[in-house]
């Protein structure tokens, strides 16, 4: 089965995966995490769970500056991601990747609603809406980086561009070099947005948002879309391929709008619930609770492991690994022990990001535990902390309760390779002993 996987299956994988598309996506919505994390700081600060100490910042008019640090940051993921997407794909192209950026945000401006109603009925233009610049706009952002990205690459590519005469600087001849693509792209833009507003009363953003990201949102919300997630990451681990950054890079986008709906729903002065239209599944569910420690929660592994084990080797190993694990780095252990390509451990490598998953939404769903609002940690966040930063004493006993899990769920697969690995150590101690003889 394994040998038919990789001969098979693995190749077809890494070869999605290896696309400048998804390569693209994955490196380009990268360039969103600083925003996003330095961003966290101030809703933190804006929101501090002390009473005392969050009025008298709001009396100071301290929370207002914090709101707009904050707003200036995490309102502005969806520009972030178009520019970094574009960008990067143009990049992988072989091509000057800065005019595709920007030819890629105008594009994302002019296809989304410029103006807002009222309550009285007037009618406010020439805004930019900051509901279409984060999570609401995100897959919007996703594709027309994607396709601005490869349509001015593609006129590069065709030496259908200005060409200045030797001499002239570096600056002005990609500048003139992205003229043609530019004009192109923003005229047939612009008359996707004439077709989508006059003849259908709604713009392209607006679309895609209904018919692409509320059905996706839906589907990544789904308790069977959230236990598809978890699973791939691992079985992929177990054949060598990187999982996470597999899995992490596709739904990435996704994930980050979900937060930032969430987060969306508490700036309107709403309960973050699931009635009220709140994600379950978002970036802190999969990076807390299924990444942490590493994937495939090695936590219980590596505690076994320092604790419990009798042969040297395997000892030797927990202590190396322990303190990576408490910075969420596993691949120490993965190759180590190793994890990948072991048959043994398979099982609860794979099972126990499900069984988090599992335990986690029911979690949430039934308000044991709150949705995750817009705090985003550094993915090397120890665990416990990181719950409790993202959401409170609740959800950091919560990562606890999954560790005790992880350690039983491992227990009885990683106490064969310990016996085994002691008879091994034995068996070569004796054989020693006999040659000295």
């Keep these: 089965m394994g040998e038919w996987f990789n001969k098979n299956v693995i190749p077809k994988i890494l070869a999605f995966v290896n696309t400048k598309a998804v390569q693209a996506i994955k490196d380009g919505m990268v360039y969103t995490m600083p925003l996003l994390i330095v961003g966290s700081i101030f809703l933190i600060l804006a929101n501090l769970p002390i009473k005392a100490a969050a009025d008298a910042l709001a009396n100071a008019g301290i929370t207002n500056i914090f709101n707009q640090a904050y707003g200036a940051t995490f309102s502005i993921s969806a520009i972030i991601a178009v520019v970094g997407i574009s960008y990067t794909y143009a990049k992988l192209e072989g091509q000057e990747p800065l005019s595709g950026a920007m030819i890629a945000l105008a594009v994302f401006f002019l296809l989304q609603p410029s103006s807002i109603t009222s309550e009285n009925g007037d009618i406010v233009g020439n805004i930019i809406q900051k509901d279409w610049t984060a999570g609401k706009g995100m897959i919007g952002a996703i594709l027309i980086g994607l396709i601005v990205g490869w349509a001015y690459s593609w006129f590069l590519k065709k030496n259908i561009k200005i060409k200045m005469p030797e001499g002239v600087p570096t600056g002005v001849a990609n500048a003139f070099s992205g003229l043609i693509p530019a004009v192109v792209i923003v005229v047939v833009a ?224 990683v106490r064969r390779l310990d016996k085994d690995a002691l008879v091994a150590e034995q068996n070569a101690a004796a054989n020693a002993d006999d040659d000295d003889w």
């Design 190 to 413: 612009t008359i996707i947005h004439g077709i989508f507003s006059i003849g259908l009363h709604t713009t392209a953003i607006e679309l895609i948002y209904k018919v692409i990201q509320i059905p996706l949102q839906g589907m990544t919300d789904s308790l069977g879309g959230a236990i598809l997630m978890c699973f791939a990451g691992p079985f992929l681990w177990i054949f060598g391929v990187h999982g996470s950054t597999i899995v992490g890079g596709i739904m990435s986008g996704l994930l980050q709008a979900n937060s930032l709906e969430n987060q969306a729903i508490l700036d309107k002065g709403m309960e973050l619930t699931v009635a009220n239209g709140g994600h379950i599944v978002t970036a802190q569910f999969y990076d807390q609770f299924i990444n942490v420690t590493g994937a495939g929660l090695t936590i219980g592994l590596v505690i076994y492991l320092v604790a419990f084990a009798k042969s040297k080797q395997l000892k030797t190993l927990g202590n190396l690994e322990l303190v990576p694990a408490l910075f969420n780095i596993n691949e120490p252990i993965l190759f180590g022990l190793p994890v990948v390509m072991n048959p043994m451990l398979a099982v609860p490598f794979i099972a126990m990001p499900v069984i988090s998953c599992v335990i986690q939404y029911a979690a949430l769903a039934t308000g044991l535990c709150p949705l995750y609002g817009g705090v985003m940690v550094p993915w090397t966040c120890p665990p416990i902390i990181s719950g409790f930063l993202v959401g409170g004493w609740r959800s950091a006993l919560l990562q606890l309760v999954i560790f005790i899990i992880s350690f039983f769920v491992y227990m009885p697969f």
